[in-house]
C-alpha cells in the first residue's frame, strides 16, 4: 500500500452502518473527517458504502431520501459482519467509520483486532443522535476504536467521564458535532405558518401514546385552519428504521375518528427540505430538535407524557423548550436557554465550520503514524466472559474474534444459488418485520387479557 500521506494515492475509507440514520451519520462523518486529512482534498478520498445485513438494512427508497451524502446510493452494498472483515482484508482501508449499535461496534473491533493486518486502518465511532439511554452499555461497547466521537461538549464529559471511572484510557473521545446540522436559518415568511409533528419509531412506544399524540397534532390542524401541519414519518410500513416500529403512525391515522382535516399531511422526505419549510418543530425527543434548532427554527419537546427517560426528552431539561400542546395551542412559541445550547454541539453561533477541527488532526495524526497500536477494546474474554462470547456470536465471530467454523466462506453473488439465496433471506426479512409490526402486538394485547 503506497504512504498514506502520498497526496498522489486516493485516501480509501469505508462506512459500515446498519439503518437509514446511522447510514446518513456514517457518510457524513467519514466526509467531514476527511476532508484535508493527511494533505489530501475531497476529490482525494475515496468511501465506500456497507450495509450490515440485519432488521434494519435501509431499502432503496430509504437510502435515496437521506438525501445527498456524496456517496452514490447504487454502490452501496450490503454484507455480512464476516464479509465485512473480509473485504477490509483485501483492499486496504485507511479509514473505517463504524455506524452501528453498540455491540456491532464491539463485534467489528474484535474481528479486525483478529485480522492481524500489517497496516490496519483508521477506527472511527460515535452515536447518531441524542444519547439518553444506556450510556455506560454503549459507549464501553465502543471502546477501543482510535476516536469516539461525541456530539457536543456535553456529550464529550460524559463519554469520558464514563471511560475514566472504570479505569480505560479515555483519549479517543473528541468532541466533534452532529455530521448533518446545516440550511439556511429560518426567517418567518409573511402568511406561512407551517408545524411539523418529528414522529419518532419507538418513542412513545404504546398505542394510547401514539394515538394521543395524533390526535393532538389533528386537534391542532382543526383549531388552526391557517397553518400547514404536517406529520414527518421516518418509513413507510414494512421500513425498518434505527428503532423498530410497530405501531407506524399511516396505520393509526387511517383509523382515526372524524378523519383528517385538509391542512394536515403525512410527509416522508429528507429532513432538511422539510426544515426548509417549518416554522415550528414539535417532537417527543427527536434529534431534529438539534437540527432545527441548529437553524434556529421555534422548536417545541412536549412534556404532555411526562419528562421520562423512557421518552428521552429529560435530555432537554434545561433547554427551555419543554412545554406542552395545551400551551401551543394557545399560541405559545418556547425560547430555548443559551447556555444550555452552547453546550450540546448545536453550533447556531455560527462555529459548526470549525465544529470537526480537532476530530480531523486526530486523524490525521493517526493517518501519520508509523504504526497504529493494536486496538484494544474495554471488553475482552478475561473482563467479559460472560457478555462479550454472545455479543460476538450474534455476529458469528469466535471468542477470539475469528469467524466462527462454517461463516468463512466467500457467498455466492450471482448465479441460480445465489438468486435463491439472495430471495429467501428477502422472504425471511419480510416474515420478521409482519412478525414485528403485526402479530408481536396482537400477543401481547393477548396476555393483556
Avoid at 265 to 283: F, K
Avoid at 371 to 376: C, G, K, M, S, W
Amino acid at each position: 500500500m503506497p504512504p498514506r500521506t502520498d497526496k498522489t494515492t486516493a485516501l480509501r475509507v469505508a462506512v459500515l452502518a446498519d439503518s437509514d440514520t446511522r447510514w446518513k451519520w456514517g457518510a457524513l462523518t467519514a466526509r467531514r473527517l476527511t476532508t484535508g486529512a493527511s494533505g489530501t482534498s475531497a476529490q482525494h478520498v475515496e468511501i465506500t458504502g456497507l450495509l450490515l445485513r440485519g432488521r434494519a438494512t435501509p431499502t432503496p427508497r430509504q437510502l435515496a431520501e437521506v438525501g445527498d451524502v456524496g456517496v452514490d446510493a447504487e454502490r452501496v452494498r450490503e454484507v455480512t459482519a464476516v464479509e465485512f472483515l473480509h473485504t477490509v482484508r483485501d483492499e486496504g482501508y485507511d479509514v473505517i467509520v463504524l455506524a452501528l449499535v453498540g455491540g456491532a461496534v464491539q463485534a467489528m473491533l474484535h474481528g479486525l483486532a483478529a485480522l492481524q493486518l500489517p497496516a490496519r486502518p483508521v477506527v472511527v465511532t460515535g452515536y447518531v443522535g441524542v444519547v439518553y439511554e444506556k450510556l455506560a452499555d454503549g459507549l464501553l461497547l465502543r471502546h477501543g476504536a482510535d476516536v469516539v466521537l461525541a456530539n457536543s461538549r456535553h456529550d464529550a464529559e460524559r463519554f469520558r467521564a464514563v471511560y475514566e471511572g472504570v479505569g480505560a484510557d479515555a483519549s479517543a473521545v473528541t468532541e466533534a458535532a452532529l455530521p448533518f446540522l446545516g440550511g439556511e436559518p429560518h426567517r418567518p415568511r409573511e402568511g406561512r405558518d407551517t408545524v411539523v409533528f418529528a414522529a419518532q419509531p419507538s418513542v412513545p412506544a404504546s398505542r394510547a401514546d401514539r394515538t394521543y399524540l395524533l390526535r393532538r397534532l389533528v386537534e391542532h390542524a382543526r383549531l388552526h385552519p391557517d397553518r400547514e401541519v404536517l406529520l414527518k414519518l421516518r418509513s413507510k410500513p414494512g421500513e425498518h428504521t434505527t428503532h423498530i416500529e410497530e405501531l407506524p403512525y399511516q396505520r393509526l391515522a387511517e383509523k382515526l375518528a372524524g378523519g383528517l382535516p385538509p391542512n394536515f399531511r403525512l410527509v416522508y422526505g429528507h429532513m432538511g427540505e422539510v426544515l426548509d419549510r417549518t416554522d415550528l418543530l414539535v417532537t417527543v425527543s427527536s434529534t431534529a430538535a438539534l437540527e432545527a434548532l441548529h437553524r434556529r427554527i421555534p422548536t417545541a419537546i412536549l412534556t404532555d407524557l411526562g419528562v421520562r427517560e423512557a421518552l428521552g426528552n429529560h435530555h432537554f431539561i434545561g433547554s427551555g423548550l419543554l412545554t406542552s400542546w395545551d400551551h401551543l395551542d394557545g399560541g405559545h412559541r418556547p425560547e430555548p436557554d443559551g447556555a444550555w445550547l452552547a453546550g450540546q454541539g448545536v453550533a447556531a453561533d455560527g462555529t459548526y465550520a470549525t465544529a470537526y477541527d480537532n476530530a480531523r488532526a486526530r486523524v490525521d495524526t493517526l493517518l501519520a503514524a508509523a504504526r497504529l497500536p493494536d486496538l484494544a477494546p474495554y471488553y475482552t474474554p478475561a473482563t467479559a466472559p460472560g457478555y462479550l462470547p454472545g455479543i460476538l456470536a450474534r455476529h458469528h465471530l469466535a471468542p477470539d474474534g475469528h469467524p466462527l467454523p462454517g461463516t468463512d466462506r466467500p457467498r455466492e453473488t450471482g448465479g441460480v444459488r445465489g438468486a435463491v439465496r439472495d430471495a429467501v433471506r428477502e422472504a425471511a426479512r419480510g416474515a420478521y418485520r409482519q412478525g414485528v409490526q403485526r402479530v408481536a402486538p396482537v400477543i401481547r394485547r393477548m396476555g393483556e387479557l
